[in-house]
C-alpha cells in the first residue's frame, strides 16, 4: 500500500487529492490511503520526519516544507517532476500560483503600502504564500517591529476569508488557487472581499515522495503524473478543480523560493519571531 496525504486540504477541497490518489493507485496497480492534515501545510521542521520513518510515502504540500526536508543533511523526498496547471490567465500554461492580498470590499486600500498598519491573518506558518510573502514584502514597504504584534494566525485561508468577512482582520494574502475555487464556489464573496495586489508568482505546490522508495516505483509513479491529463475524460474530470493539466518542474524551479524562505526568515527575526495564535 501507498500512504498518500494532503496537507493542503481544506482550502483546496480534498477532493482533488482524493482523485490523484485513486489515478495514481489505478496506475501503479497497488492499493492506496489518503489522509489529511490540516494543523500544517507541510511537515514542520520542529517535529518528526514522517518520510523518514517511512510512516508516508507521497504528500501534497507548500514549498517550505518541500525545502526544508530536501535541503536537510540527509534528504528524506524527492520531487515528483510534474506540477498542477491551474486555470488561471496569469499562469500562461505555467505550474505556478499567487499570493492575492485580499481585503473586505469597504476597505480603502489600494495597495500592500497602505495596509503595513492592518491586522494581518495568515494560515500558517508554513506557507509561502500566507506568511513568508507578507514577511517579505511587509519590510519592502517599511514595515517596523510592531508588524508581528498585528499578524494573527487562522489556521487556514478558509479561515482567513471568513476572518475578513466577519471584520476580525484587515487583509489576508490568500493563495490564488484558493481564491479562485471560492470565487466560483461562493459568488457572495465577489462583492463582499476584493484583490488588492498579487505577489509571486511562486512555484505550484509540490508533490513529494519518499526518498527510499523503489527507483522503478518512482519512476513509474513520474510517469503517471506526466499523463495526468492524457485523455478526454480526464481533462473534463480536472476542470471540476480549474486544472488544465499538468508541467515539468524541477528542483530548481524552488531557488527563487528558497531565496525567498531565507530573507523572510531573517526578516522574522528582525521583527520580532514568530507571529503567535489567534486572538479572536
Given at each position: 500500500?501507498?500512504?498518500?496525504?494532503?496537507?493542503?486540504?481544506?482550502?483546496?477541497?480534498?477532493?482533488?487529492?482524493?482523485?490523484?490518489?485513486?489515478?495514481?493507485?489505478?496506475?501503479?496497480?497497488?492499493?492506496?490511503?489518503?489522509?489529511?492534515?490540516?494543523?500544517?501545510?507541510?511537515?514542520?521542521?520542529?517535529?518528526?520526519?514522517?518520510?523518514?520513518?517511512?510512516?508516508?510515502?507521497?504528500?501534497?504540500?507548500?514549498?517550505?516544507?518541500?525545502?526544508?526536508?530536501?535541503?536537510?543533511?540527509?534528504?528524506?523526498?524527492?520531487?515528483?517532476?510534474?506540477?498542477?496547471?491551474?486555470?488561471?490567465?496569469?499562469?500562461?500554461?505555467?505550474?505556478?500560483?499567487?499570493?492575492?492580498?485580499?481585503?473586505?470590499?469597504?476597505?480603502?486600500?489600494?495597495?500592500?503600502?497602505?495596509?503595513?498598519?492592518?491586522?494581518?491573518?495568515?494560515?500558517?506558518?508554513?506557507?509561502?504564500?500566507?506568511?513568508?510573502?507578507?514577511?517579505?514584502?511587509?519590510?519592502e514597504?517599511?514595515?517596523?517591529?510592531?508588524?508581528?504584534?498585528?499578524?494573527?494566525?487562522?489556521?487556514?485561508?478558509?479561515?482567513?476569508?471568513?476572518g475578513?468577512?466577519e471584520?476580525?482582520?484587515?487583509?489576508?494574502?490568500?493563495?490564488s488557487?484558493?481564491?479562485?475555487?471560492?470565487?466560483?464556489?461562493?459568488?457572495?464573496?465577489?462583492?463582499?472581499?476584493?484583490?488588492?495586489?498579487?505577489?509571486?508568482p511562486?512555484?505550484?505546490?509540490?508533490?513529494?515522495?519518499?526518498?527510499?522508495?523503489?527507483?522503478?516505483l518512482?519512476?513509474?509513479?513520474?510517469?503517471?503524473?506526466?499523463?495526468?491529463?492524457?485523455?478526454?475524460?480526464?481533462?473534463?474530470?480536472?476542470?471540476?478543480?480549474?486544472?488544465?493539466?499538468?508541467?515539468p518542474?524541477?528542483?530548481?524551479?524552488?531557488?527563487?523560493?528558497?531565496?525567498?524562505?531565507?530573507?523572510?526568515?531573517?526578516?522574522?527575526?528582525?521583527?520580532?519571531?514568530?507571529?503567535?495564535t489567534?486572538?479572536?
Open positions: 500500500m501507498l500512504r498518500f496525504r494532503t496537507y493542503l486540504t481544506p482550502s483546496i477541497p480534498k477532493s482533488l487529492f482524493a482523485y490523484l490518489t485513486a489515478y495514481l493507485g489505478q496506475q501503479l496497480g497497488v492499493r492506496t490511503e489518503l489522509q489529511v492534515v490540516m494543523t500544517h501545510s507541510g511537515p514542520p521542521p520542529n517535529l518528526p520526519d514522517p518520510f523518514a520513518s517511512g510512516e508516508l510515502d507521497l504528500a501534497f504540500c507548500c514549498a517550505p516544507a518541500y525545502i526544508w526536508l530536501h535541503d536537510q543533511a540527509t534528504p528524506t523526498v524527492d520531487l515528483v517532476p510534474f506540477g498542477l496547471v491551474f486555470d488561471d490567465p496569469r499562469a500562461a500554461g505555467r505550474p505556478v500560483t499567487f499570493s492575492d492580498i485580499v481585503v473586505r470590499a469597504d476597505n480603502p486600500a489600494r495597495s500592500f503600502a497602505d495596509l503595513i498598519t492592518a491586522r494581518w491573518g495568515f494560515n500558517d506558518h508554513e506557507s509561502l504564500s500566507g506568511y513568508y510573502s507578507v514577511l517579505q514584502t511587509a519590510v514597504y517599511g514595515a517596523d517591529d510592531t508588524f508581528m504584534s498585528r499578524l494573527q494566525h487562522t489556521r487556514g485561508h478558509l479561515n482567513s476569508l471568513r475578513l468577512r471584520g476580525a482582520i484587515d487583509a489576508a494574502a490568500i493563495d488557487v484558493v481564491v479562485a475555487l471560492r470565487w466560483r464556489e461562493d459568488r457572495a464573496l465577489r462583492t463582499e472581499l476584493r484583490l488588492v495586489q498579487s505577489l509571486g511562486w512555484p505550484i505546490q509540490p508533490i513529494v515522495m519518499r526518498r527510499s522508495l523503489p527507483a522503478r518512482k519512476a513509474r509513479l513520474t510517469s503517471a503524473m506526466g499523463k495526468l491529463a492524457a485523455t478526454p475524460e480526464r481533462r473534463e474530470a480536472l476542470r471540476r478543480w480549474r486544472i488544465s493539466g499538468v508541467a518542474m524541477t528542483d530548481a524551479d524552488f531557488d527563487v523560493e528558497r531565496a525567498s524562505l531565507a530573507r523572510a526568515k531573517a526578516l522574522e527575526r528582525a521583527l520580532g519571531g514568530t507571529a503567535g489567534p486572538r479572536h
